[in-house]
């Protein structure tokens, strides 16, 4: 098992700047790639941006420019530097951590935390 404990969010007026944190304990060895997926009530939840182990990295579209993932591989922690916030920003922000348990693809998922972003 993994656990994931984010951190960061919270209030912030347009324009401005949050980070969010990720860490992962348990069994990390496991643990492929890292990312942050966004929900808002009533849609589905919505890649943001993830971080392979080969350090690969992918955004959505709608995150691009203002955005960075970056992960500690030493300290199983990834994080989210959100710039240039917008109220569409506003959603719940969750960390995904994925990877092959033996041959099945392991998914695992934080608690979630909150980003508002104010006008």
């Known amino acids: 098992q993994v656990q994931l404990v984010e951190s960061g969010g919270g209030l912030v007026q347009a324009g401005g700047s949050l980070r969010l944190s990720c860490a992962a304990s348990g069994n990390t060895f496991s643990i492929n790639t890292m990312g942050w997926y966004r929900q808002v009530p009533g849609k589905q939840r919505e890649l943001v941006a993830v971080?392979?182990?080969?350090?690969?990295?992918n955004y959505a579209d709608s995150v691009k420019g203002r955005f960075t993932i970056s992960r500690d591989n030493a300290k199983n922690i990834v994080y989210l530097q959100m710039n240039s916030l917008k109220p569409e920003d506003t959603a719940v922000y969750y960390c995904n951590a994925g990877g092959f348990v033996s041959i099945s693809y392991q998914n695992y998922w934080g608690q979630g935390t909150q980003v508002t972003v104010s006008l």
């Open positions: 971080y392979s182990s080969g350090g690969r990295t």
